[in-house]
């Protein structure tokens, strides 16, 4: 039979100390004990599965097999052990929703902001911004220019020959200007053509030329070759023509017209087919003469100042000279000027931003591709604070002028006084089917888009927030809102609506990327959901547990910015802009003595600049360190709407509107609907969705797994692990007896 394993040791312990009495050296063997002694006995003794048979094996293959089989088992545990730290250090979560049921909640804030920012009865009375209204104007963007051509692509009324370019004025108009059934130019020469590319017939008001193009009825016979092919001046359609006759002091031109002869070569075109100039000798000027053509007698001499010049008989400020746009009679203003255009990308111009990063292919793109020219080179820096409204209309590539919004410039206390006021702006408004308090239930702020921004139940003048216990329309709020059609400017109020943001009172409201926006002549239902997520930090995530960030501009505007991922991105680009181009893109100005420049729209470095980190933020170059807050309240409107009001309902309506706000009297049924809105905002439901995360993996987990890798591997439980600190002890044992002296043999 099989001995046990407690008779095996014994007979083995016999076994050597008879075999040690016999031995010479029995003392020296006691005294020095040999490591692999220490061994087996633990490998004899230990629970672990495998070690015993290391000692057990009769055989040296055995015993190498045995040894193949411990070495993998424990690599395996070794493994799996790692695989369980990796997996702990990585801190995951669980990710769980649940669905509460509050007894009430506490209402979202309201922001509500007119799209229309400035209104026209607060500026047309102002001499610095009352030109915005000339936007709306269909002449605006003509200029004249006297000398060099057109700016950029923009597009002459007049053929000249090259002797009269740089001496006659020009009248220049833009290319969305051509075709636009509008006459721009005085001889038609931006719509002539057009019908006859459009295969449009001309109508009966209009003359058909001979090469197909259209011209109004009375341009015929007019000494001037409007048709393009001389066709509305033949002798034939103009017999007129034939029977004039000059005066011995005129001059007859080849159309037929007379002209005073002084007016021959004066460089100034008086005949229509400019026969009297074309046929001049270069350079010759005999008898200028200004105004109506006749001879003006020499004025008073002017006393200009040294911000002035002599401009005819006025004084004109030198901001108009040599600007390449004619404004004195017969273009002196643009004398003896030298216009240069300056290329905004010379020599390495990309070196100041190698900073930021280093991939060239990023700079050349930028410039081939992305960069905005404005158009804005011949516009003295002068004329940009205060803006000189005209420059920029003419300097505008867009047909609606959008280009031109950041030009202007405005004080927090201007923006508020231009703005759109609350008593105008809410007609009625009611909570839970009380009346609110326009002063004290909302605040108001100055958004760089609207302008006038107003929030309800924002909590921030210390107003108790508004609950709601139940659901529907009756227990939200209730808002009747009057647009100011009639205030709308055409530079700033392009569309006409209501914008309407729904936030957290501990998030700031930005209606410009996060707003919904709503029309007028419609009555609007917003039911609500409310939504919490909740994340876990470090270690477990990255998330940001800050309530508020740091303030770029010292001064009422940002001195309370709530954190959440929006704002931080803004926050950094604002922040690179600053120090990388020295100023930061907005409209409104800082109230305080040392405030932070805003960029300007005339200088060109800071215009490559600002729109080259811009577009690095874009294309997620720029390096902000943004995360998700750990805490976000967010609310998803179902939203339904009617048109608003119904034709039976319109009478009453207006009634009450005109007892509301006496501004509402100019209304009537026809324009109602584009200038009154109903809003309803409530909780469609009280209960609401909370996503939060929780370790799903801690340190008693750990430790349970490890236990269970250790039996799965090797068989090893707590008592085993003691018994392999033994093990270690009685190592440091033997190897502190080898290293003694009173063991060395003489």
């Not at 002797?163 to 130019?185: A, E, F, G, H, W």
């Not at 004039?244 to 070569?265: F, K, L």
Request: with cysteine.
């Amino acid at each position: 039979m099989w001995a046990s394993k407690r008779e095996r040791l014994s007979n083995s312990s016999v076994a050597k100390m008879n075999a040690s009495k016999s031995s010479p050296d029995s003392a020296t063997t006691t005294n020095a004990p040999k490591c692999g002694s220490v061994f087996e006995t633990f490998a004899s003794s230990t629970t672990a599965h495998g070690v015993a048979h290391l000692v057990d094996a009769k055989s040296t293959i055995r015993k190498l097999i045995w040894l193949i089989v411990v070495l993998g088992v424990f690599s395996g545990f070794a493994y799996h052990l790692s695989t369980l730290v990796k997996r702990y250090i990585s801190r995951p979560v669980n990710v769980a929703m649940t669905v509460e049921t509050p007894p009430s909640l506490t209402f979202p804030a309201v922001t509500i902001c007119n799209v229309n920012p400035i209104r026209k009865s607060a500026i047309e009375n102002n001499e610095v911004y009352s030109d915005i209204l000339m936007a709306s104007a269909t002449d605006v963007a003509q200029y004249d220019i006297v000398g060099g051509s057109c700016l950029g692509e923009d597009l002459t009324c007049t053929s000249l020959p090259d002797r009269l370019k740089d001496i006659v004025s020009q009248t220049c108009i833009k290319p969305y200007m051509q075709c636009n059934k509008n006459k721009d130019c005085d001889n038609f020469a931006d719509e002539a053509h057009c019908y006859r590319l459009s295969g449009t017939p001309c109508s009966d008001q209009m003359f058909s030329c001979a090469n197909g193009n259209c011209i109004p009825n009375d341009l015929l016979c007019d000494y001037v070759d409007n048709c393009g092919d001389g066709s509305d001046e033949t002798l034939e359609q103009c017999p007129q023509f034939a029977n004039s006759t000059c005066n011995s002091q005129e001059w007859r031109c080849a159309n037929g017209q007379c002209i005073p002869s002084d007016y021959i070569c004066d460089n100034y075109i008086d005949c229509g087919d400019m026969s009297d100039e074309t046929q001049c000798t270069e350079g010759a000027v005999v008898n200028v003469t200004v105004g109506d053509k006749e001879p003006t007698p020499p004025g008073p001499t002017l006393n200009c100042s040294s911000d002035e010049f002599s401009c005819g008989d006025q004084c004109m400020e030198t901001v108009h000279r040599c600007d390449g746009i004619s404004d004195c009679p017969r273009g002196s203003d643009e004398d003896n000027c030298n216009y240069t255009y300056r290329d905004p990308f010379e020599g390495q111009w990309y070196k100041p931003y190698e900073s930021i990063i280093e991939d060239r292919s990023i700079f050349e793109n930028f410039q081939t591709n992305v960069y905005k020219d404005r158009g804005f080179d011949f516009i003295p820096k002068l004329a940009e604070d205060p803006p000189i409204w005209s420059y920029f209309f003419i300097s505008s590539r867009l047909a609606d002028y959008s280009d031109l919004r950041d030009v202007m410039k405005l004080t927090k206390e201007q923006v508020k006084n231009f703005g759109h006021q609350i008593e105008d702006m809410v007609l009625d408004c009611s909570f839970a089917g009380e009346k609110c308090n326009l002063s004290s239930d909302f605040v108001s702020f100055q958004d760089e888009k609207f302008g006038n921004c107003y929030t309800f139940n924002s909590g921030n003048k210390g107003t108790p927030l508004s609950t709601t216990s139940r659901p529907g329309p009756e227990n939200g709020l209730k808002l009747t809102l009057y647009l100011e059609q009639n205030e709308y400017t055409s530079l700033f109020g392009q569309a006409a609506g209501i914008r309407v943001e729904i936030h957290s009172q501990n998030d700031t409201a930005y209606p410009e990327d996060r707003g919904l926006g709503l029309s007028p002549g419609t009555y609007t239902h917003m039911g609500l959901r409310r939504f919490v997520r909740e994340r876990k930090g470090h270690p477990y995530g990255k998330c940001d547990d800050r309530d508020f960030l740091p303030t770029i501009r010292d001064d009422e505007l940002d001195s309370k910015t709530f954190y959440s991922l929006l704002s931080c991105q803004k926050n950094c680009l604002q922040t690179k802009l600053l120090h990388h181009c020295g100023c930061i893109i907005g409209t409104i100005r800082s109230n305080v003595s040392n405030p932070v420049p805003l960029c300007g729209v005339l200088n060109v470095t800071q215009t490559i600049c600002s729109q080259l980190i811009h577009h690095l933020y874009q294309i997620g170059k720029l390096e902000c360190d943004c995360e998700v807050p750990c805490h976000e309240e967010s609310f998803k409107p179902i939203i339904s709407q009617y048109v608003w009001p119904s034709n039976s309902y319109k009478d009453g309506l207006l009634s009450t509107s005109y007892g509301q706000n006496i501004r509402t009297w100019q209304l009537t049924g026809n324009d109602v609907r584009e200038n009154l809105m109903r809003l309803a905002i409530y909780y469609e439901d009280l209960n609401y969705e909370r996503v939060y995360e929780e370790p799903a993996y801690e340190l008693p987990q750990l430790w349970a797994d490890i236990g269970g890798a250790l039996g799965l591997w090797i068989g090893v439980s707590c008592v085993t692990v003691i018994e392999f600190f033994e093990f270690l002890v009685n190592l440091c044992l033997f190897a502190k007896r080898r290293a003694s002296p009173s063991h060395v043999t003489p």
